[in-house]
């Protein structure tokens, strides 16, 4: 094995408010050579979500958190170096979770192989990934979209919620998003959104989403809450459905969590809130996959990624999602793409 060191990033400690560069340390640890049923890769793309500052936080939450001295995990596209696996081949291009680092000694069965001429290798962790089949299932199975349904998205430009209005177009209903900035709703445009609404731009948001959405929403994809959910609840139809996906507004909040101040709207509206995480619907993920590549062929999904190089970025890369810096998936490519 010639490669014998990895560098990777551990948690130094827990950030409080926004997270910083200094909560994170770049280290380099020795690797162990493969043994039966595992394989060394090389990384070729991180990917960075906002669930991870979920995962530097100590507190109740659907997974436990890195510990300090932790490695930083995240989903990762790669290539295999070494395989002591039989389905595994040096070479191979495969999707797996071994976190912010450039080399990894893994289990080979935690790796799915990857053919690029299906789809471009980083999609394996964006529209193909996690983050599509979050838009997939949560809208379809959680929102129970009805075609002339008005589709109100937040955070429409990222990774998640981009599919969502997508998905929502396909299945006859008029899209709506939201997203800070105007190269954002430009883009939200561009990919078929029916209207939009630049939230960082407007002072009246109840009245933004009057005219955005003059039918009132049916469906409320909700990936940021806060003041902006605030807004949507009093909007919204009679049976109308709350998909909470997201919180981001809240994720660096430091004093106590501010609820929706209005849930007598959904008695008024009969409506449903249901929160939704992507990993109940793992069993079906086949499912999402194929349908989400046979609209991606048909161009009837576009997707967008914003790529950061190098590993030494990838602190700053994943605060960004913070401050809004990507549009679409935000990647960090550690490595050289072969395929590209
Ligand atoms: N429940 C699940 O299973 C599941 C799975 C995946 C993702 N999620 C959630 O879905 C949401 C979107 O995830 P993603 O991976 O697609 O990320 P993303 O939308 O690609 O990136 C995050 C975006 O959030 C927006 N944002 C950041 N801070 C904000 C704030 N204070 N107020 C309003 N918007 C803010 C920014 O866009 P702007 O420039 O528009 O502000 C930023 O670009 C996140 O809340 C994530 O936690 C949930």
Redesign the pocket.
């Given at each position: 094995m010639t490669q014998t060191k990895t560098r990777q990033w551990r948690l130094a400690r827990r950030p409080v408010g926004m997270a910083q560069e200094a909560d994170f340390t770049l280290a380099e640890a020795d690797l162990t050579a493969p043994r039966e049923g595992e394989a060394l890769v090389r990384t070729i793309y991180l990917s960075v979500?906002?669930?991870m500052r979920g995962r530097i936080s100590e507190g109740p939450s659907y997974a436990s958190p890195v510990p300090i001295g932790g490695v930083m995990v995240g989903g990762t596209v790669g290539q295999v170096l070494a395989s002591r696996d039989p389905d595994i081949k040096d070479g191979d291009l495969v999707v797996g979770y071994w976190g912010w680092q450039d080399h990894a000694v893994v289990k080979a069965r935690g790796l799915t192989k990857l053919d690029p001429k299906d789809a471009p290798i980083s999609t394996a962790v964006g529209v193909l990934g996690?983050?599509g089949r979050?838009a997939y299932f949560?809208l379809l199975d959680v929102g129970l979209p009805r075609p002339g349904d008005t589709v109100f998205v937040?955070?429409?430009?990222?990774?998640?919620?981009a599919t969502v209005g997508q998905i929502a177009r396909i299945t006859g209903c008029t899209a709506v998003g939201?997203?800070?900035?105007g190269a954002?709703i430009a883009y939200l445009k561009e990919i078929g959104f029916d209207g939009t609404l630049d939230?960082?731009a407007e002072n009246d948001l109840r009245a933004a989403l009057d005219r955005a959405c003059p039918k009132g929403i049916d469906v409320y994809f909700d990936?940021?809450g806060?003041a902006?959910t605030d807004a949507v609840l009093e909007r919204i139809n009679l049976g109308a459905r709350v998909v909470?996906?997201?919180?981001?507004?809240g994720?660096?909040e430091r004093g106590k969590e501010q609820g929706p101040r209005n849930l007598w709207q959904l008695i008024v509206k009969r409506a449903r809130i249901q929160?939704?995480?992507?990993?109940d619907f793992d069993h079906r993920a086949d499912e999402a996959n194929t349908r989400l590549r046979q609209w991606i062929r048909e161009g009837r999904i576009k997707y967008r990624e914003t790529v950061v190089d190098g590993l030494e970025n990838a602190p700053k890369a994943f605060i960004?999602?913070?401050?809004?810096?990507?549009?679409?998936?935000?990647l960090v490519r550690v490595g050289p793409d072969p395929t590209r």
């Open positions: 979500d906002p669930y996690m983050p979050t949560g937040s955070g429409a430009a990222g990774a998640v919620g939201s997203a800070g900035g954002k939230y960082k990936n940021v806060g902006l909470i996906c997201g919180q981001i507004a994720y660096n929160g939704m995480l992507v990993s960004g999602l913070f401050t809004g810096a990507n549009i679409g998936k935000q």
